[in-house]
Each structure stands twice: as C-alpha cells, then as structure tokens.
C-alpha cells in the first residue's frame, strides 16, 4: 500500500492480542494460524488482526462491522487507549504506537478527541465544565477555555444550557455535549466510536445532519465506529468492513455495493437478490407529512404545512391534490426559500426531480434511488395516488431482516 | 493431628518482644495521638454545650431541613437534661480523631486499592482481620502498649472503623464508568490528573458512604473503648453494667443512639444530594 500525500492516518500491520502470551500469539498468527486455533492453544484472543488501511485528509472514514469484530478494539488502537501488540499506526507521520507517553499525551490533547456510545460525561460537572474538559486537561486558563467551549457549544446550539447539569438533558442533548467537548479542542482528527448508536432513530438522524453541518464548516478527519448500514452510507466518505479482527474491505460505499469483497460485505450491503419478489408497496409507510394543495386557500397553506412539520418534527412533506395524487415534495427550506421569494402557491415551494415509485417496483431496483436521495421517497398506486413513503431506515431494516431470517 | 500450631505463642512472643524492643516508637505514636485527641477534646470543651448543639441545628437545618433541626434540637435537650452533656463532647472528640485518622489513612489507601490489582488482593484480607477480630483480643495490647486511657481507645477505634471507608474508595473507585475513564485518558489526562478529575469525583458517593459508616462504626467502638478508659458516654455504658443499673443504662444508651442517629444523618446527607435551596 502505497502512502499517499494526503493520507492523516496510516495503520500498517497492526495488530492486538489480549492475553499474557501476546508474542507466542503473534509468533503463531505470522505462522498463518487461525486466531481461533491461537485461542485454543494459547488462550489468547486475537482482537485486531493484520489491519493496513490509510485514511484521507478531512474525510469520514466509516469502520463497519457486527459485534465482536474488532472495530471498536481498532479505534482505540488509534489513540493508544488500548496499546497495539505490533504493527504502526502512522498520524501526520509520527508513528502513535511507539511514541514516547510524552509525546502521547501532548496529541490527545492537542490534535486527537474521542465521542463515546455512552456519551462518558462526567456527571459532576455542567455542560460548559464538560466542554472545556480537554482544554482543562491541557492547562488553558479559565477564561478561555470557558470563552471556546461557549463557542462550540454555539455550533452545536447548547449555548443556553451551559451552566445546567448533564442530568438534565435529554440523550440526543447530551450527545451534543460529548461532541462539543471533543470539538473544543480543536483537533484535526476526531474518534467516534458508535457515538449515536445510544440515540433514537430520529435524534440519530438529527446528530448526524450537525456532524454533517460541521464538517461542511471546517473538515476535519474523522474515524467512525457504526454497526448501522444506514449510518455508513449516510455520513461514510468512505467505509471500512471487518470481520473477525480482519479488515475485509475499505473504499466508498458506491465501490462496495458494485463489487463487494466477499459474502460477508454482501450480506451487509446486497441483501437484494433474497428480495426481487419483496415491492415497493410492502414497506410504505403512511408515517409522513402529508399537505392538501388547496388552490382556493388564500393563505397558500404555507404556514399550516410549516407547522404540521414542526409537529411531527419532520424535515420534508408530500403535497398531495385533492384526488390524493402526489403533486411533489417540499422541505421546510424550500418552504421558507419560496415565502421569501413572494411564492404564491406550494407548487412553486417542491423539490425538483421526479420522486414517486410505482408500487409494484422490486425493491432491488430502488435502493439506489432511496439511499442516494436525501428525502423519504413517496410510492404510488397505478392511478398516482399516494399510498405510503419509503424511508432509508424502513428500507434497509427490511433487508437486513430479510437476510437473517 | 495431634500437633498444635503455636500460634498463640507466636502472637504473644511477638507482643512481648514489640514491648520490650519498640518501645520508644509507640510511645512517641501514643504521644501524638493523645496530644491531637486532646487538643480536639480541649477545643470541643472550649465550645459552650449548647453552641455544640446549635451547629448540629445549623447543619441539621442546611442539610435535610427545619424538621431534622428539630429533631437535633430535641436531642441535645435530653441528653443535657440526662446529665450527659460533658460526656457527649468527650464522646464526639474521640470519634472526630478516630474518624480523622481512620479517614488520613483508610481513603489513601482505597484508591490504591482500587488502582491496583495487587494492592486490592494485599488489603482485602488484611481488612476482614481488622473488622472481624473481636475488639477485646486487640484492645488489651493495646493497653500494654500505650497505657490506659484515651490512646488505646482510638487506636482500637481506628483498627475497628477504617475497613469501611477502604472497602468503598476501592469499590467507588473501580466502579467509575469504564468509557468516563476512557475519555479522561483519551483527552490526555496524566494519571493524577485521571484521579482528581475523573475518577474521585465519580467515586464521591461511595467515598461518602464509606465515611459516613466509618463514624457509625467509630461511635460504637468508643463506647466499648471506655474499658480501657478511654472515657466519654461509654463510661457510664460501663458503670451502668457494674453497678447492674438499668435506668442509667437505658439513658446512656439512648444518648450514643440520639448521638448516632444525628451523625448519620448528616453525613450520609452529604453523599447523597446536594443541598435544597
């Protein structure tokens, strides 16, 4: 694997056994043993095993795999929270797995943070003091830790909660703050490991459009841990599949899905030959927003659409006629973009592009349409009446299921 | 087996041979531990009785509220009306130095017991001998060493209240969520840092319960610490036994429980929530 100018971090070789006989372990892997026959014999459990991977300058790298497959093991091995038994893990080109602690220490705190799944904030302190943790740690004054805490909790809109206790807010908020307190050190590389994995879907949804927002403010790179196919494909630049301890198959996820390494990576992403007989009417949903263009209305129905979406805390929604005939999608944006321009009508406010699916469409044929638009896509029936929408999440869980059972 | 193990033997030549060849060392411990247990009885005594009684109102008040401070307040009246005024502040001196040693020595070391495998695999069995030896067997060496008097009452105090606060800094301390102590390392915490910013604060409120048993069981290993003359309510514990007088008993008796009962209240407050306002 060649090193490429653009790479921020280059994880050669590396590997993590747990046990009190890492070497005699190691000495076995290099042999070509299975790490289930080293477990065996030497009772050692071979976590990471042989990972070679680079990941590029401000992209966000998506290390995918079920449970027990290594990545949450191989995170830490970035840091050095959990230490690597041999290989290199090459950031900015120094080489984190044989830096002195010093020069360990000045890293985490300056260029490296880390989000955790459970959020891990300390429970003691408010959501400001938890912001301005790392800043804290590294010895900046008062002052101005507090001053770029405030800030980033600015960018992550929790300004107002600053002096309250993390006990007080709800999950999603307190997400925000874990992700505040590793932003406000400003680091160039970010460590998530299933960081919205504890929230509920919406709220998950919600946490990655901010992470998305930021990213979009200043790149960063960012390594991060998911089990969620959802997850990978939505913020992934690119994706990173392991199994077992092994890396199976890095690239984007438009790579993956056309030529997918093995049945394992297949299983992940290609659950749609099981499910040529599955259509687009078995998993619509009547769960959106719905809005009945009135052309009689004088009030254009814009605010009542902007508040029925507020309700249902919802982003985009389906303009129907009076027939129930899809006429398109508008967003709250486009909603807001069409009253200041003096829009007269919802028409004038839809999304372009032409959105609807036939109901009777294999599902095969349209999971490139529903994960590639950013929108629930809406189904209708042979007369163009709405009967439902196709979300990402509604899609995906179907396959996935379709595959297990 | 018809073979005996010596080991009371071997205790008692240890004992003996500590007496005769360490002599000078436990005198001058003796002699700290009297001067610090008397400089904090002297300055309780400084304090008029029924100051002592209003600071118990006070923190009553502040902590759990007017209904506590009432009950504080009803306390202190019956035990001065029963005569025990002086005792109790001899009592209260006695467990504020056994608690002050207990807690110098006992919160140390449960952070290292809770830091550290080996350190925890050492104290643990060391801790259920402290606890579990009945008083008597340590209180008579005690006596031989340092004398009667209110020295060998706190030392055997100590022996008998510090367990609890090791055992709960060690358990609070390895209980601290296992991704809190990530992140403090992952934001580069050096290893002291991990301690005073992460982990004893989340530990703070099994440190408190620990506390607040170590003074439970501080109160009473006083009182039993009067044989050896340590003084204080267990005084008339004693004489109330020897004379066979169940009204006197039942007094004394009902002055540690109030004592008791005020001090766990307090400091378990502490551990708990934070104060209402």
């Known amino acids: 694997m060649e090193t490429t100018s653009e790479a921020k971090v280059v994880v050669k070789n590396l590997y993590k056994v747990f046990g009190n006989k890492p070497d005699t372990a190691l000495q076995m892997l290099y042999d070509g043993k299975h790490k289930d026959d080293v477990l065996r014999e030497t009772g050692q459990v071979v976590g990471v095993l042989d990972a070679s991977f680079e990941i590029n300058q401000g992209e966000i790298f998506v290390l995918m795999g079920l449970s027990g497959s290594g990545k949450s093991t191989l995170i830490r091995l970035l840091n050095r929270l959990i230490e690597p038994t041999a290989g290199s893990v090459i950031v900015d080109g120094q080489d984190v797995a044989k830096m002195s602690k010093e020069n360990l220490l000045n890293l985490r705190r300056k260029d490296m943070s880390m989000v955790f799944q459970s959020f891990a904030l300390l429970p003691h302190r408010s959501v400001i003091e938890n912001a301005a943790f790392g800043l804290e740690i590294a010895g900046v004054e008062l002052k101005e830790r507090e001053q770029r805490a405030m800030q980033v909790l600015e960018q992550v809109g929790l300004d107002t909660f600053a002096r309250h206790m993390p006990s007080e807010l709800s999950g999603g908020m307190q997400q925000r703050v874990g992700l505040a307190r590793a932003l406000t050190v400003n680091p160039s590389l970010m460590l998530m490991d299933e960081a919205f994995s504890a929230l509920d879907p919406l709220r998950r949804t919600e946490m990655q459009d901010v992470l998305i927002k930021l990213q979009q403010e200043q790149k960063r790179t960012i390594v991060f841990v998911s089990h969620d196919l959802d997850e990978a494909l939505r913020i992934g630049n690119r994706i990173c599949i392991m199994e077992g301890g092994r890396v199976v198959q890095v690239g984007t996820s438009d790579e993956i899905l056309q030529r997918p390494a093995n049945d394992y990576v297949k299983a992940f992403f290609n659950g749609v030959d099981t499910n040529k007989y599955l259509t687009a009417k078995d998993i619509a949903q009547k769960e959106q927003v719905t809005i009945f263009e009135r052309p009689d209305d004088p009030a254009n129905g814009f605010s009542a659409a902007l508040e029925r979406m507020r309700l249902y805390d919802r982003v985009y929604a389906f303009v129907l006629d009076e027939q129930q005939k899809i006429v398109g999608i508008v967003s709250a944006e486009s909603l807001v973009h069409c009253i200041n321009q003096g829009g007269k009508k919802l028409r004038d406010a839809l999304l372009p592009g032409d959105f609807a699916i036939p109901e009777n469409t294999p599902l095969n044929q349209i999971l490139h349409k529903v994960v590639n638009t950013p929108c629930p896509l809406p189904v209708v029936n042979a007369y163009g009446e709405y009967i439902g929408a196709i979300t990402k999440t509604a899609l995906l869980r179907k396959l996935c299921k379709e595959k297990l059972a | ?277």
């Open chain 2, 1 to 277: 087996m018809s073979y005996k193990l010596p080991i009371g033997n071997w205790v008692a030549a240890g004992v003996d041979w500590l007496e005769h060849n360490d002599h000078g060392l436990f005198d001058k411990i003796g002699k700290v531990i009297d001067a610090s247990t008397g400089l904090i009885e002297s300055g309780l005594a400084f304090i008029p009785f029924w100051l002592l009684a209003l600071i118990f109102i006070g923190i009553g008040y502040w902590r759990l509220g007017w209904k506590f401070a009432l009950f504080c307040a009803a306390s202190f009246l019956l035990i001065a009306n029963m005569g025990f005024a002086n005792q109790t502040v001899v009592t209260l001196a006695l467990i504020f130095s056994a608690t002050l040693i207990s807690l110098t020595l006992g919160i140390p070391l449960g952070i290292w017991a809770g830091r550290n495998d080996s350190a925890e695999a050492v104290i643990r069995p060391i801790l259920d001998f402290m606890q579990t030896m009945p008083a008597f067997v340590y209180l008579i060496p005690a006596a031989m060493f340092f004398g009667l008097g209110r020295v060998p009452g706190v030392i055997a105090t100590v022996i008998f209240a510090m367990p609890p606060v090791v055992r709960l800094t060690s358990l609070g301390i390895r209980q601290v969520n296992k991704e809190q102590v990530e992140a403090g390392i992952a934001f580069g915490c050096t290893p002291t840092q991990l301690l005073f910013k992460v982990q004893i604060p989340s530990a703070m409120a099994n440190l408190f319960a620990g506390i607040n048993q170590t003074i439970m069981m501080a109160l009473s290993m006083v009182i039993i610490a009067s044989m050896v003359g340590a003084g204080g309510l267990g005084n008339d514990v004693l004489s109330s036994i020897s004379r066979l007088d169940i009204g006197l008993g039942f007094e004394s008796g009902l002055g540690v429980v109030l004592l008791a009962i005020m001090l766990d209240r307090i400091t378990e407050s502490f551990g708990v929530k934070r104060p209402v306002r």
